[in-house]
C-alpha cells in the first residue's frame, strides 16, 4: 500500500472548536459543558427588543473586524485589552493592522463618525453581536463571547445616564429577575479630566507609601494607569485599597451636580444602589457616571451589566466633540445567570407533532400543516423517511420527546375519510378527536389557543 493510500485510509481527524470559543446548541443537542441553549438565546433577544423598542432605541450591525488603531486610540494603550487581551493581525493582502473587536463602543462611535450620522441629532443605539479576547477561560468568561451593546450619543444631561440604568432594570424584568435580590445596582462618578488626574497623583503617593504590598500587576499599573489597581480582585490588597484617596473627593461642583441628579432620578422611581467609590471600569474613555449591574450567583464574575458616560470618546476617534453615555451586558454570563437561578423561561417545544403513517399522500398532509403554520402554530413533522424508524410507535414516542402540546395523526383510514386525528399529548393527555382536513383553517385558531393556555 503507498502512502498515499494509506494516508487516505486513516480515519480524518475530529476538528473541534477553538478553546474558548463555543457553540450555541438546540437543547436536544448533548454538550459536554453547561451553556445556554439556542432557545433561550432567542428567548433572550426577543425580550432585549421588546425593552429596546420601548425606550425609542435603533438597531444596527458593524463589522467584526476593525483598524487595530481604533481600540489602541479609544480603549487607551496601557488598559489591559489592548495589552494582552486582544486578537491582532496584519492583513496579508495590503499590511493593514487588523483586530477582531474585543468590544462594540469604539466601533460604533468609529461608524457614526464615518457616516457623519449625529448630523441630525443624537442617536440612541443597540447592538447584539460577538466580541473576542484572549483570556483564560472560565465559567461566564470566554475567548469568543456575545455582549448587547446601547449608546445613547449626542446627550449630555443625567437623564440619559439614569435612563440606561432604567433600560437595564427594564430588562431583568422583562426576564424575570428581581433588582436587589438577583442582580443589584453599583454607581459612581470618575468626575472629569482634571479631577481624575489630580486624584491620580494622590493615589501614585499613596501606593508608592505601600509599594512593597502591591502585587505584579499592581506595581506595574501604579507607572501606566493607577486607577485600574482600585478594581484588583487580589483579596490580599484589599484592605490597601479600602485606605487609597476616593476619586469622588476630588469631584468639583458641577461633576457633583451631574452625578447627584442620576441619583435623585434613581431616587424617584424606587430604584435601590449602592455608591461604590472603587467602581472605575477597565476601558480609559469612562467620565462622569459610571454603574454595574452585580450578582452574586456566579462567583467570581458578578459583573452582568456595566456601562457609563464617555464624552471625550467621538471626538478623540476623529469625530466633532459630543456627549455619550452606554452598557455592554455580557449575553452568556446573564443567561448563566438565568440557569442558575432556574428561573421559568417560555417553552420553545412545538405545539404540534405531525405523525404520518407510510401510506398517506404527503402532498395533502404538508398542505395541511402549511395552513397550521400560516395560523400561527409551531408544527414540527416526522421526517426521513416512514417505516423503521418511521413506525407508529417510534413517532409516538418522538411526539412525546419533542414536547408538543398535539399529535396530529394522519392515520390512513381516516385520512380517507377526510379527516385528521388531534391527540393531547400533555393536559388530558389521550384525549383526541377528529377534524376536517377541508376546514383546517377553521379549527387552528382554536388549537392555538389550546396550545398556549
Request: hydrophobic share 45%; aromatic share 8%; charged share 25%.
Amino acid at each position: 500500500m503507498t502512502t498515499e493510500n494509506s494516508t487516505a485510509a486513516k480515519k480524518a481527524e475530529k476538528l473541534v472548536a477553538v478553546k474558548g470559543m463555543n457553540d450555541i446548541l438546540p437543547a436536544s443537542v448533548p454538550r459536554t459543558e453547561k451553556l445556554p441553549d439556542s432557545a433561550l438565546w432567542q428567548w433572550f433577544e426577543t425580550a432585549v427588543r421588546a425593552v429596546m423598542g420601548r425606550y425609542g432605541y435603533q438597531y444596527l450591525l458593524t463589522p467584526i473586524v476593525e483598524p487595530t488603531a481604533l481600540f489602541v486610540r479609544g480603549l487607551g494603550e496601557v488598559t489591559d485589552i489592548v495589552e494582552k487581551e486582544m486578537y491582532s493581525f496584519v492583513d496579508s493582502m495590503n499590511g493593514d493592522r487588523l483586530t477582531l473587536r474585543p468590544e462594540a463602543t469604539a466601533g460604533i462611535v468609529r461608524a457614526m463618525n464615518e457616516h457623519n450620522a449625529l448630523y441630525n441629532g443624537p442617536l440612541r443605539l443597540w447592538t447584539v453581536g460577538p466580541m473576542f479576547r484572549h483570556e483564560r477561560p472560565q465559567k461566564g468568561r470566554y475567548r469568543q463571547f456575545h455582549q448587547l451593546d446601547v449608546e445613547a450619543l449626542g446627550f449630555a444631561g443625567p437623564d440619559v445616564d439614569a435612563e440606561m440604568i432604567l433600560m437595564a432594570r427594564a430588562l431583568w424584568r422583562e426576564l424575570g429577575l428581581v433588582e436587589g435580590e438577583h442582580v443589584r445596582l453599583e454607581i459612581n462618578s470618575l468626575g472629569q479630566a482634571g479631577e481624575r488626574h489630580a486624584h491620580r497623583e494622590a493615589l501614585v503617593r499613596y501606593f508608592q507609601q505601600h509599594v512593597a504590598a502591591l502585587d505584579a500587576d499592581s506595581q506595574r499599573r501604579l507607572q501606566t494607569n493607577p486607577l485600574r489597581i482600585l478594581d484588583s480582585k487580589n483579596p490580599a490588597m484589599q484592605p490597601l485599597i479600602e485606605g487609597a484617596p476616593k476619586l469622588l473627593e476630588f469631584l468639583g461642583e458641577e461633576s457633583l451636580a451631574h452625578f447627584d441628579a442620576v441619583r435623585a432620578t434613581l431616587d424617584a422611581v424606587g430604584l435601590a444602589y449602592r455608591v461604590n467609590p472603587r467602581l472605575v471600569r477597565g476601558m480609559d474613555y469612562y467620565n462622569l457616571t459610571v454603574f454595574e449591574w452585580v450578582t452574586e450567583q456566579l462567583g467570581s464574575q458578578g459583573t452582568v451589566c456595566g456601562g457609563g458616560r464617555y464624552d471625550g470618546l467621538i471626538e478623540q476617534l476623529g469625530g466633532k466633540p459630543a456627549p455619550a453615555v452606554g452598557f455592554g451586558l455580557g449575553i452568556e454570563r446573564l443567561l448563566l445567570l438565568l440557569q442558575e437561578l432556574k428561573l421559568p423561561v417560555p417553552d420553545s417545544a412545538p405545539d404540534v407533532y405531525a405523525i404520518v403513517p407510510a401510506g398517506v399522500p404527503l402532498p395533502a398532509v404538508v398542505a395541511t400543516l402549511e395552513t397550521l403554520r400560516g395560523a400561527g402554530l409551531r408544527v414540527l413533522q416526522h421526517a426521513g423517511g416512514r417505516d423503521g424508524a418511521g413506525s407508529m410507535k417510534s413517532q409516538f414516542k418522538r411526539a412525546d420527546a419533542s414536547g408538543a402540546r398535539f399529535a396530529l395523526v394522519f392515520g390512513p383510514d381516516e385520512f380517507a375519510q377526510g379527516m385528521v386525528t388531534v391527540k393531547a399529548l400533555r393536559d388530558g393527555a389521550g384525549a383526541q378527536e377528529l377534524r376536517p382536513l377541508d376546514a383546517t383553517a377553521a379549527w387552528a385558531g382554536a388549537l392555538k389557543l389550546q396550545s398556549a393556555a
